[in-house]
């Protein structure tokens, strides 16, 4: 087996309206110092 070391990590994921209110909640916490990953599903 390899010696890969397992990191956990944790997240939120916000449901937004529509792609508007996806970019203001972005820069909103992107703001704050937040590390973020944007999706669309």
């Known amino acids: ?3 890969y ?3 956990p990590q944790y997240g939120v994921i916000v449901i937004c309206t ?3 209110e996806q ?3 972005y820069e909103r916490l992107k703001a704050e110092g937040l590390t ?3 999706v669309s599903v």
């Open 18 to 20: 529509d792609e508007k």
């Open 5 to 7: 070391t397992y990191k």
């Open 23 to 25: 970019q203001a909640i």
């Open 36 to 38: 973020l990953k944007v």
């Open 1 to 3: 087996m390899g010696k």
